[in-house]
């Protein structure tokens, strides 16, 4: 009996857990859809923002230093599948948000860079996704 309902409070804070997921990303991705962003694709300018990866080749003509990072590590970070993140980077690549080029030290590896566009959107949605995760998990 005791072990049913440790079983049941599992599963129920297990439960809560998921709604509180899946109410955030539903509040974030309404808040970024007028910059023509989704949660997802805000997460991955982010982690470029917040990239500490060694530094790799300089892509692209943007003069700024890149913010970039190799695909497998974001694939590390974000909870998508490598073919659906293929597919979002490859969106963000279109809209002019990210670049990729190839790895030179291991040519089966991928650099993702922030272009300046990229940089630019993320520093105004920013506190935009900030103010979502607050309202949303003040109470969570």
């Given amino acids: 009996m005791a072990a049913e309902k440790a079983a049941s409070r599992l599963e129920d804070q297990w ?4 709604s509180v997921h899946a109410r955030t990303m ?40 890149a913010e970039q990072c190799r695909v497998q590590n974001i694939a590390d970070r974000i909870h998508l599948s490598q073919s659906a993140l293929s597919r979002l980077i490859g969106r963000l690549e279109k809209e002019g948000l990210v670049e990729r080029s190839i790895c030179q030290e291991d040519r089966r590896g ?3 860079a922030l272009t300046r566009k990229g940089r630019d959107l993320h520093a105004r949605v920013r506190p935009l996704q900030r103010a979502a995760l607050a309202r949303m998990l003040a109470d969570a």
């Avoid at 439960?15 to 998921?18: K, N, P, T, V």
């Avoid at 509040?27 to 500490?52: C, K, M, N, Q, Y």
């Fill in 15 to 18: 439960r809560d857990i998921l």
């Fill in 110 to 112: 991928v650099w993702v």
């Fill in 26 to 65: 539903c509040e974030i991705d309404r808040e970024l859809h007028p910059h023509g962003l989704g949660a997802s694709d805000f997460e991955v300018l982010d982690i470029l923002v917040s990239s500490t990866s060694a530094p790799g080749p300089q892509v692209g003509t943007d003069p700024a230093p």
